[in-house]
C-alpha cells in the first residue's frame, strides 16, 4: 500500500479560526446531543404508546398501534424531511423552530415506535396474576402500572433497550440531511475541503464505535444495578 | 394552513421522475437482498465452525458493521472504491456495493440464530447418516434454519428498503431523490415530500402485513 498518511490534517486551521481536530470533537457533541434528546423523547413516547397497547381501551389500543405503524414504515430520512419541510409549511407555529429541535422529534418519534413496541413486549410478557393481583389489593389500573407493571417491564426490555440506544446514535447521523453539524457533515465537508478522506473517515469512525462502545457500557451497569434477583435476566 | 397542490402528480410527471427512482430503490433491495443473505450465510457458517481463524474475522466484520452508522459506510465505499480499483466507479454501482456488504452484517446474524435454533440431533442424525459437513448443512440445516428464519429475513429487507433512501448522501437517483427532484422543479416540495412518505409507507405497510401472515403459517406447521 503506497498511501501517504498525512494525520496533521487534524490539526489544520479550517479557515474559521478552529483546527479540524475541534470540529471534529464539536460534531460529536452534536451527535451524541442530538441522540441523548431524541433518546428521551423516544422513553417518554415510546413508553406511553407501549402502555396504551396493552390498556383495556379499544379505542386507545388502536391508536397505539397506528402510531408503530406509522413512524416505523416511513424511512428516518423521509420522516427528517417531512418534520423540516412539510410541517413548518403547514402549521404556521412551528415555523420558527430550529431545525435541531425538529430533528430531535424525528429522531425520538421514529424510535418511540420501536420502543412501545419492546415496551408491550414486556409487560405481555409478565403473568397475568401481576396485574390481577394489583388491581385486587385495591389499586387502581394507572397505580397497578405504575408501581406494580412498568418497574417490571422496564426490567425485562433493558437488553433491547439496550441495543435501541445503541441504534439511536447510528440513527442520529441522518441529521446530516438537514445540516445539523454532526460527524456525517463534517466528515462530508472536511473530506472535501481537505482530501484527506481517509484519516478523516478513521477519526469519525473510531468516535462512533467509541460512543457506542460507551452506551453499551452503561447499559449493562444499570442492567446489573437494576436487576431483581432470582427472576427473568438475572442469571449471568 | 396553506393550500396542497396536487395537480404535478400526473402519470406523465411520475413516470418521467419517480419510476427511474422506484426502479432503482427496488434493484439495489433485491440485489443486497440477495447478496446479503449469500454473503451472511457464509459469515455466519464461519463464526460456527469453531475455527478461531474463521470465528475471528467474521466476528470483527459484523461487530464492525453494525457498531457503525450505514451513512458511513455508504461514504467509505464512495470514497474507497475508486482508490481500489484505480478509476471511478457511479454512485449506483458504489450503493449496489456498499449495501451487499452492510446488509451481509445483519442477515449473517439472522442465519446464525436460525442455525443455532436447529435441535442437536438434527446434525447429529445427519452426521450418523454419514453425510459430510457440506452436505449435512446443505440438505439438512440450512433449509430448516432458513425456512424458520424467513420472516425475520423479510423483516430486514423491508428495514432494508426503506434504508436504501440513504444514498441520498452520494445523490444516487432513488425513490426519494425521484420525489425530491419532482418537487423542486415545480416548486411543489410540501406536497412530493408528504407523497414520498405514503409511497413508502403503503409499501412497507403491506409487506409488513404479508410478512405477519407468513409468519402465522410457517408457525403453524411447524
Redo the contacts between chains.
Sequence with gaps: MGYQWDWQVFLQDTGGGERYIDWMMSAWGWTVTVAALGWVVAIVFGSLVGVIRTVPSAPLRILGNAWVELFRNIPLLVQIFIWYHVIPALVPAMKGLPSFILVVFALGFFTSSRIAEQVRAGIQSLPRGQMQAGLAMGLTLPQAYRHVILPMAYRIILPPLTSESMNIIKNSSVAFAVSISELILFAMQSQEETSRGIEIYLGVTALYIVTAFAVNRVMAFIEKRVRVPGYVGAAK | ??SLDYSIFTWELMRGFVMTGLAFSVQLTLVAMFGGILLGTLLALMRLSGLKLLELPARIYVD?LR??????VI??VY??MPLILGRPIGKELSAFVTFTIFEAAYYSEIMRAGIQSIPRGQVQAGQAMGLTYGQNMRHVILPQAFRNMLPVLLTQTIVLF??T??V??IGAYDL?HGF?TLGKNYGR??ET??A??LV??VI??SL?TVVKRLQRKIAIIR
Excluded at chain 2, 457498531?67 to 458511513?72: A, F, G, K, T, Y
Design positions: 394552513m396553506s464492525g457498531s457503525i452508522p450505514l451513512v458511513m461514504l467509505w470514497l474507497l426503506q434504508d433512501s440513504l441520498y448522501a426519494l425530491e416540495s410540501v415530500y408528504l414520498a412518505a413508502y409507507f412497507c405497510f409488513s
